[in-house]
């Protein structure tokens, strides 16, 4: 069979999915994308907020396929991951300069002893506690002071790893996980600099984007029992394809599976997605009138639990942050149920909540209520349900990335359905670049099909 002649769906235009159809359509293959959202991009997304690109999805860029593009196109540059903290602790007191590396370094070497997470039997907020609570001397903290920043230690390993709380996490978050050797920024255009390269590859080879990106386009079933796949969707009716590429957040394909996918999925992949789940991470970013912080400073971080009584869902707030390239705005991050819980306020409520916690916080400073907000809401949308990816505390399977990309057959032994996105890229899941690989993962798999000896499609040919 031509490549010409076989027909590929893909589920979802984001990075996975745009990175899978760009290989394809270069190997002569016929692509269509169907994406549930009126825009591409997934969990990347960039807007314009206070004079400058603001990324409200994926922000650092740490590793490959994403930095040579990036790096190629002259779009990024090196920098470094929060320079220059300021840690507000419980007594009000404000920790900068070197006794702030000083913090930073243990979190550091903390997050990089391997083979202690490995060892130890627990999850991973007990593991940092244990740690942090055993060189209580070292760090030079008052017992107040240490709990305030264990605290802040618990909710910044949720941001970066993606769960809703650290207890509810495994160690295998960080020792399965590839370290990121770089940390860069994009110059301009944000994130979705990638997107746009990604989907101008695409088309390369097609008259229009259109013809193969079909946006507002959700996929309400698909139907893999007979020889071609039946994918029922709400704007394109039903649609037959040779193989589909499934790139759907870990969320969606959790909650829907059982209702999506006919015959059900093998046990391979639903057991895969037992051990992995997605928590909820947003930022807020404030634009203000003028200036009302220091000249020089990466940010603010509220390394303090005596808020409690006085505060609601924004006592979870890690700190404030300056936002490059946007002199008047600063950026908030929020994880767990206080983000779900944010999600649900009007932008009103989140400015006056978020204005009142900066101003418990820094009581040093005459903080303003910011003249506009833009928050990201991944949690309440319903194509995407959380943010990223990690292994959960009842995790048994330490392949479980692996088994949930295991292509599924029909009755005839055919290769039909493959999956692709974040969650099943071993090593970079939660991540946008291990996005992009497991997409042309799956592209690959499909070109060789094609590419070797063997009735095409059959297990075993190729």
């Known amino acids: 069979m031509e490549r010409s002649a076989v027909k590929v769906g893909v589920v979802g235009a984001g990075a996975a999915g745009l990175a899978a159809a760009g290989r394809l359509l270069a190997s002569g ?39 040579s593009l990036g790096e190629e196109a002259g779009l990024l540059e090196d920098t470094l991951f929060f320079p220059d903290l300021h840690f507000v602790m419980n007594d009000g007191q404000v920790i900068s300069g070197v006794e702030s590396c000083q913090l930073w370094t243990k979190i550091e070497e903390f997050t990089s002893d391997v083979e202690a997470m490995r060892a130890f039997k627990g999850n991973l907020g007990d593991y940092f506690t244990e740690r942090f609570q055993k060189c209580r ?91 071609k796949v039946a994918v029922n969707t709400t704007r394109c009716g039903t649609l037959e394809f040779d193989h589909v590429i ?112 900066l101003q418990f916080y820094l009581k040093d400073y005459v903080v303003p209520s910011p003249e506009s907000i833009l928050r990201s809401t991944w949690f ?29 057959v029909n009755e005839s032994n055919k290769l039909v359905l493959f999956f692709a996105g974040e969650a099943t890229s071993p090593g970079n899941f939660s991540s946008a670049h291990g996005a992009m690989e497991s997409g042309y993962r799956e592209a690959d798999r499909i070109i060789s099909i094609y590419t070797n000896w063997g009735r095409p499609g059959r297990v075993g040919c190729s």
């Open 29 to 67: 293959f016929q692509v269509t994308v169907l994406e549930a959202a009126t825009r591409m991009g997934g969990r990347i997304w960039t807007d314009r907020f206070g004079g400058s690109d603001v990324d409200l999805g994926a922000h650092w860029v740490g590793g490959e396929p994403v930095y």
């Open 137 to 227: 001397d070292d760090l030079g903290l008052d017992g107040r002071n240490l709990n305030g920043f264990i605290s802040w230690v618990h909710r910044l390993k949720c941001l970066i790893h993606g769960c809703s709380d650290l207890h509810e996490a495994s160690p295998a978050t960080i020792t399965l996980r590839k370290p990121e050797t770089r940390c860069s920024l994009w110059k301009s255009g944000g994130f979705y600099s990638l997107i746009r390269m990604l989907s101008n590859k695409i088309g390369d080879y097609t008259k229009t984007l259109e013809e193969v990106v079909k946006l507002d386009c959700e996929v309400l079933k698909i139907n893999y029992d007979g020889d």
């Open 246 to 357: 499934v790139t759907v957040p870990l969320s969606i394909l959790k909650e829907k599976h059982q209702l999506l996918f006919h015959p059900s999925l093998p046990e391979v992949n639903v057991s895969a997605l037992k051990n992995l789940s997605m928590g909820a991470v947003d930022k807020i970013y404030l634009k203000y009138a003028s200036q009302w912080w220091p000249e020089n400073f990466s940010g603010f971080c509220f390394a303090s639990s005596s808020a409690e009584e006085s505060l609601g869902w924004e006592k979870s707030i890690v700190g404030v942050f300056k936002s490059d390239g946007a002199p008047l705005v600063l950026w908030c991050w929020i994880c767990g149920s206080a983000a779900v819980e944010m999600e649900k306020c009007s932008e009103d409520e989140v400015r006056q909540k978020v204005t009142r916690a």
């Open 380 to 408: 309440s949308n319903r194509h995407i349900r959380g943010s990223y990816t990690y292994y959960n505390e009842s995790c048994t399977d330490m392949n479980a990335p692996q088994n949930l990309s295991t292509p599924v």
